[in-house]
């Protein structure tokens, strides 16, 4: 249960700090890939080895016909796309746990500095190089971080990398058995002493199966990019209020304006 408890709040951080298309992402890598690898996997491909037989008593010919069949299981070539695409999140998610805990050490140097009874020159060069780097968090009111700054940057990072990870399985499971399990494989391989006929255990099934998580690689891959673009025109349009955003003015006493890129003559 413990561990349970500590994946849960572990989403939860992740959901927190994450866009509504990431969110979509988080809850198809979960609900899609853990459970149903879980909870069917082991049903569909228990038998993948014991039921693969061969026309032919030579020994040895059914084991290399096995490995030249299915270089890598089916179930864990799955768990460790699984790993590779979640692997960006986590290291994302451990930037956002830094940011939270630098946070929390800025503020409370910030109040013994405000504590200070005697402010000199110096505690007031500290207290201002302090709030300048609370600033750059970019902290909402609610205590959540922003993606901004660093930030985004690293988000924008973790899903470039996810959807290399993601198209670079999809073509290695496309590369190693294609998207169809064919009910007879056809085997010639030392020591099997002719050409062999193998047989793979309930064929439809698995070929439903692999075109099943072939569409939820598909739909990940789909999301990663919309949120990759989504990403990028945010960026731009913030950019664009910034540049299109006009000049400060600041008036004098005697109304004349000043502009915020002048300066005042002592």
Known sequence: MGDWGFLEKLLDQVQEHSTVIGKIWLTVLFIFRILILGLAGESVWGDEQSDFLCNTKQPGCTNVCYDKAF????????????????????????????????????KQKESELRAVPIKD????????????KISKICVAEDGHIKIRGPLMCSYITSVICKSIFEAGFLLGQWYLYGFSMPAVFVCERVPCPHRVDCFVSRPTEKTIFIIFMLVVGLISLGLNL????????????????LL???????TRPWGRGLSSGQKTLS
Request: charged share 20%; proline share 4%.
């Open 121 to 132: 020159l110096k505690v007031e060069q500290a207290l201002a190089v302090v709030e300048k």
């Open 226 to 241: 919309m949120e990759l673009i989504h990403l990028c025109c945010k960026n731009m349009s913030q950019c664009g209020n």
């Open 71 to 106: 270089p890598i299981s089916h179930i864990r070539y799955w768990v460790l796309q699984f790993l590779f695409v979640s692997t960006p999140t986590l290291i994302y998610l451990g930037h956002v746990i830094y940011l939270s805990r630098l946070d929390e050490k800025l």
């Open 244 to 250: 299109d955003r006009p000049a400060e003015t600041y």
